[in-house]
């Protein structure tokens, strides 16, 4: 599968979509009641998920440059040293 991503805000609607059809997917009833639990427990969980994410792209988006997209890494002893680790 070939993706056509040329702009980080490409990238973000990428993700988001991908969030949204995945917590779609759960929405199949299910006639085993254990099932269904799992896939509301499921539901809401990804929901939190694409909400901290939908944040979190937000603020990359206002802080992209438009000509890259670099994706960087922060070691743990890094953050802890910046004071942004949180666990």
């Known amino acids: 599968m070939t993706l056509d991503l040329k702009t980080p805000s490409d990238i973000y609607q990428r993700v988001n979509d991908e969030l949204a059809r995945i917590t779609q997917s759960l929405n199949t009833p299910s006639t085993d009641p254990a099932l269904n639990l799992a896939q509301q427990d499921a539901r809401e969980l990804l ?5 901290a994410l939908a944040a979190q792209l ?15 890494v922060a070691t743990r ?11």
């Open 47 to 51: 929901r939190e998920q694409q909400t």
């Open 77 to 87: 002893r890094a953050a802890v040293a910046r004071g942004g680790y949180r666990p």
């Open 58 to 72: 937000e603020a990359l988006q206002a802080n992209a440059e438009w000509n890259t997209f670099t994706i960087a």
